[in-house]
C-alpha cells in the first residue's frame, strides 16, 4: 500500500458530495476550457482529475470530441463519470497513473532509511525527464486541476518540508509536471494550469472578503508567505515567461484573475494560467 497514494485517495472520497458547494469553481473552469476550445471540437485531457467536482462533463462533451481523465485514483475517475451519468459515454476516457512517476520511491524512501540521499538523489535525476504516461497522442487542450499542490504534498510527506534536499525536489516535481503539459499539447494547442495556492486553514477569512478586496488580500497573504509549498502564482508563472527555459516552447502566456473554490469544510484561494504551444517543426 503506497500511504502517500492513499492520502489522495481520502480527500477525493471525502470531497465527492461536494458537487453544489464548488459549482461556481466549477463553472469558472468549464467556461475558460470551452474558450479554449475553439470550433474544432478537439481532444482534451485532463490531469488530476479525480472525482471531476470541478468539471460540467456534459458541457465540455460539446466542445470537444474526446475527453481523457487521468488520474492515480481509479476508483475517483469511475465515480466522476457515474455522478454525471456519463459511464456509457464512449467519448471519454479514463486512464489511471502516477503522474510524477516517483511516487512509488517516494513512498519506500519515506518509510525506510531517511538518510538514503542517493536514493533521493535518483528520484530527483527521475523528475528531470517527462513522465510516462502512456496517454494516446497529444491534445488540443490540456489542464492540470489543483494537482500540482497534491504532487509537491507528496514530497512534503515522504521527505518533510525541513530535510536539505526538499527544495530541490519540490523543484523538480513543479518543473517536470509544467514540461509534461507542454510536451502533451498538439500543435497550437493550449494548456491550462490551475492550481489552489492558499486555504481556508491558514486564511480563514477567504470566504468572507468581499469580491473588490479578494485580489489585494491575496497579495497580503503572498507577501507574508501564506501559501501552499511550490505554487505561488508568480513563480508558476515565471516557469513560462522571459528567459525561463520552459517560456521558448509556449507563447500568448496569461495569468488569469484568482477564484474561491468553497470545498465545503474548506475553501481554496485559485490562480490559473493560460498558454498555449508555439509552431512545431
Known sequence: MNELFEEQFRFNL???PNWEQGAAHREMITGYLIGMAGEKRGRLCILG????NDLNLKRLLHAFSEIHLVDIDEVALEYAVQ??????ESSIFLHKSDLTGVGQQLAAWGAKDSSADSNLTEIISQLSKPAKLNLPGSFDVICSTCLLSQLVHLAVKAVGDTHSRFEELMIAIRYQHVQTMIDLIGEEGAGLL???FVSSASAPDLLQIPDDQFEQYLSQLLSSRNF?????PG???SLLVGNAPLANQVRDVEMLRPWRWNLGSRQYAIAAIQFYSLKRD
Do not use: K
Open 14 to 16: 471525502e470531497s465527492s
Open 49 to 52: 482529475a479525480g472525482n471531476c
Open 83 to 88: 455522478s454525471q451519468s456519463l459511464e456509457n
Open 194 to 196: 490551475v492550481s489552489d
Open 228 to 232: 501552499f509549498h511550490g505554487v505561488h
Open 235 to 237: 513563480v508558476l508563472l
